[in-house]
């Protein structure tokens, strides 16, 4: 999804800029960043090098991914699922569990055990506008939020504090569809009629994004393809949500405290079925978590520094 850039509406035109088009959109006017993103930051989270394969995220493209959240269902419509977390470290021997084999030696390794996680009322999926899904695919993660000031105790990827009017726009409408924004901050009539409140501390008053991570789902902001999905705070286990991936506030801090900016984090979601497909056709460096091939424990102060096979995305089509 899109990071608070709000962007000159005169200069972006009807075609919404990067929802319809490329990288061209890039050099467009930036009115404002009202939540503090560098401009540096935000051209990093829009364009890669090189051609985009069909469905993935650009980010995964511009930046060496060395830490995945994997999170697994086991059939369509599940709304639980399980959270791995996997790094890649160098030198750890070609054919060790868990390896892609190549010839660096290096390999995959799950940190610490899964946690359980709630996704969408409908499950995981190829996603598209209000199903309830949560998407399937491979996706960028951050930067972080929250309701403070500053970010919780050894949190490493950067962190956006929440203003209390923020909102995600969710209407297909809206020039700004899937963007975090300041609603003060905007130039002109808004233009939306649908928005997610990203303080809810304030209303409805709860605590379900007082920490949370950006999930760049959707970043050309393409009209329909699903908006504003993040990893949160969950409810109670039982309980799924609109699109989102939530789990509970002990396990999300353990998750955020773990994720280094410089390891290019990556979201891997899918029922099993799903995920078993990567793997068989390349995609996924390492047996799917959960399967028979045991992964040996890592210690999470490790880092790894080589670069996976590409990850694609379902060409799907949410609201968190």
Not at 40 to 61: C, E, K, M, N, R
Not at 152 to 178: H, K, W
Request: glycine share 14%.
């Amino acid at each position: 999804m899109g990071w608070v850039g709000i962007r000159d509406l005169a200069s972006a035109g009807p075609d919404r800029g990067l929802a319809q088009g490329g990288p061209s959109g890039v050099d467009q006017t930036m009115a404002t960043l009202p939540v503090g993103i560098s401009m540096s930051l935000l051209v990093a989270l829009l364009i890669g090098p090189g051609p985009l394969l069909p469905g993935l995220g650009p980010a995964v493209q511009a930046r060496d991914s060395r830490q995945h959240l994997v999170v697994i269902t086991e059939g369509p419509g599940r709304i639980q699922g399980l959270l791995y977390r996997m790094q890649r470290v160098p030198g750890a021997g070609s054919g060790a569990e868990g390896t892609d084999g190549g010839p660096s030696g290096d390999a995959w390794r799950q940190v610490g055990p899964p946690v359980v996680v709630v996704v969408g009322r409908s499950g995981v999926g190829p996603k598209k506008e209000g199903d309830g899904r949560a998407p399937q695919g491979a996706f960028p993660l951050g930067p972080a939020f929250g309701y403070a000031s500053e970010p919780p105790p050894d949190v490493r990827i950067p962190y956006q504090a929440m203003v209390p009017g923020a909102l995600c726009v969710d209407d297909t409408e809206s020039a700004f569809y899937n963007l975090v924004l300041d609603p003060d901050t905007v130039p002109g009539a808004k233009d939306w009629t649908s928005a997610e409140v990203m303080r809810r501390d304030v209303a409805p008053g709860d605590d379900l994004y007082r920490f949370g991570v950006i999930v760049q789902y959707n970043p050309r902001r393409v009209p329909g393809a699903g908006s504003c999905i993040f990893l949160h705070v969950w409810r109670d286990s039982e309980s799924p949500t609109a699109g989102c991936t939530a789990m509970a506030e002990e396990n999300l801090l353990e998750v955020l405290r773990w994720l280094d900016p410089e390891a290019g984090p990556v979201l891997i979601q899918g029922d099993r079925v799903f995920l078993e497909g990567l793997r068989e056709e390349g995609h996924l460096p390492y047996p799917v978590p959960g399967s028979r091939i045991p992964h040996r424990p890592l210690d999470p102060n490790r880092t790894g520094s080589a670069l996976p096979p590409t990850l694609p995305s379902s060409p799907g089509t949410g609201s968190g």
